[in-house]
């Protein structure tokens, strides 16, 4: 597979056919994960820590999943609600 840093939408797809579970190096997450709320800044922390501890990993924002495997394309987001 080819680096997360070459990703492309197409991939994205790729993993939701082919119903790639995520792991402890991948992670998929809503839009709504990116929300500015202390929660969610807390669980993106805790996520990127785990990773930074760890082989490293990729966080798929933009995924809609169910019992660990991704469904679907998320609706989006809009950029003046993300975390900074």
């Not at 805790?46 to 798929?60: C, D, E, H, L």
């Amino acid at each position: 597979m080819k680096s997360s840093k070459e990703w492309l939408e197409i991939d994205i797809i790729q993993l939701i056919e082919n119903q790639v579970q995520d792991f402890l190096e991948l992670d998929y997450k809503v839009c709504g994960a990116l929300q500015k709320k202390e929660g969610k800044k807390k669980e993106i922390s805790k996520i990127v820590s785990s990773f930074a501890n760890s082989n490293g990993g990729v966080i798929v924002y933009g995924v809609n999943e169910s019992g660990n495997l991704p469904e679907s394309i998320d609706v989006g987001f809009d950029p003046n609600d993300i975390t900074n």
